[in-house]
């Protein structure tokens, strides 16, 4: 299995950035896809971006394009959510899930582990 632990959540205000981190341990990080998802409250999870093993390939929820952007540190173990031009409808918890089977997807019954989340809140 694998453990995620999410990090770089905080309170800022909109127009501004932040940027999340996911420390992955527990198996080979370079052979499997992470995804990042986002739960507001009164919501359900919902996708907000993904990324292929290799870093090759990228995908994004229309609410994040052109604003979000995944990336990965295979060195490290780490995925990143870079977030600019952050909007007050962007503030909630976020997570990081690990795909160990089908690589890039949406779906989130795909991801095998999840993060405890990081909040995120974005203020008017």
């Known amino acids: 299995q694998v453990q995620l632990v999410e990090s770089g959540g905080g309170l800022v205000q909109a127009g501004g950035s932040l940027r999340l981190s996911c420390q992955a341990s527990?198996?080979?990080?370079?052979?499997?896809?992470m995804g990042w998802f986002r739960q507001a409250p009164g919501k359900e999870r919902e996708f907000v971006a993904a990324i292929s093993w290799s870093g090759g390939r990228t995908d994004y929820a229309d609410s994040g394009k052109g604003r979000f952007t995944i990336s990965r540190d295979n060195a490290k173990n780490t995925v990143y959510l870079q977030m600019n031009s952050l909007k007050p409808e962007d503030t909630a918890v976020y997570y990081c899930?690990?795909?160990?089977?089908?690589?890039?997807?949406?779906?989130?019954?795909?991801?095998?582990?999840w993060g405890q989340g990081t909040q995120v809140t974005v203020s008017s």
């Open positions: 899930a690990a795909d160990l089977t089908y690589g890039l997807g949406r779906n989130q019954a795909a991801y095998d582990s």
């Open positions: 527990g198996r080979t990080f370079s052979s499997y896809a």
